[in-house]
């Protein structure tokens, strides 16, 4: 196999196929968010990694608590609006149509079409390169009966996924 | 949509399909890491997550390096002995028959047989909960030239997956 040396690592990037997409919320703004992962499993920790000068950055930091919720494929088109409008500009709930959920312990709702909301309390926030990961404590979730992780939504430079076929 | 609210925090573990599955080299070790993300793309940083009692763990945080090497699925029972085996009872570079290639920047070498091999150099070390995150600088990358991010291995929970159908 021939290898080139590269030291533009935009190919680097361009490495990895896909990762989780979540539609996170904080006060009244929702964010599309593909730098998320498990940080800890015990405590459960999720990490976001959002850049300063994003909308939600400010509200995250001010309010100190956000919601994961998990699109599934059909809320798409949705999910691509919350990724690339600002909330600074657009009242994103109004456009999407999506209806606040009441959550039971964090203040801001989560996303009532979205069959998975899990609500964070941030722990931490680090600042790393061009951006601060919040990792925020799960204190409660809800998960529809009927879920499905095979509905849910994969993404990364440019191209939107569904999960691909189990080979193990 | 009926949803239960749930304390049962593993149910939220299950509810992301499935992350990037890479082969993490650090002196003479492998070790498989889905608990991998970019931290930032300027500077190029990735973060992958260790628990203290792995045998990574001191090797990493004594070398301060590391090599992301990226498998595809033609690489997956090696990839899945490397996430089961300990390198304290094993020399995992013997038993799976992967060859090392002697990195340009970093002292740890990484896989011949893996089509994407990024020398990292510790920059931070975040403890978070149950592990440390050790998030590296990019500081050189070799891509083979035909490579193709729809041969690689995604994992979670139990289940090792290819990337699915690209929907937008």
């Not at 959920?101 to 926030?125: F, H, R, Y």
Request: overall charge neutral.
């Amino acid at each position: 196999m021939k290898k080139i040396t590269t030291a533009d690592f935009s190919k680097i990037n361009s490495a990895f196929s896909c990762f989780p997409t979540v539609l996170v919320t904080c006060d009244e703004n929702i964010i599309t968010v593909t730098l998320v992962h498990i940080f800890s499993f015990s405590p459960l920790l999720i990490g976001i990694g959002i850049k300063p000068e994003r909308y939600s950055y400010s509200l995250i930091k001010d309010r100190k608590e956000f919601v994961v919720n998990i699109p599934t494929k059909e809320l798409l088109e949705q999910t691509i609006f919350c990724g690339t409008k600002s909330g600074k500009d657009f009242d994103k709930f109004k456009e999407t149509n999506f209806t606040k959920e009441k959550s039971d312990i964090v203040k801001s709702a989560g996303i009532k079409e979205c069959p998975v909301n899990i609500e964070c309390k941030v722990v931490q926030e680090i600042d790393t390169g061009d951006r601060t990961w919040f990792v925020g404590e799960v204190v409660n979730s809800k998960i529809a009966e009927n879920f499905n992780v095979e509905d849910s939504i994969l993404y990364w430079k440019g191209k939107y996924r569904v999960p691909g076929n189990i080979i193990n």
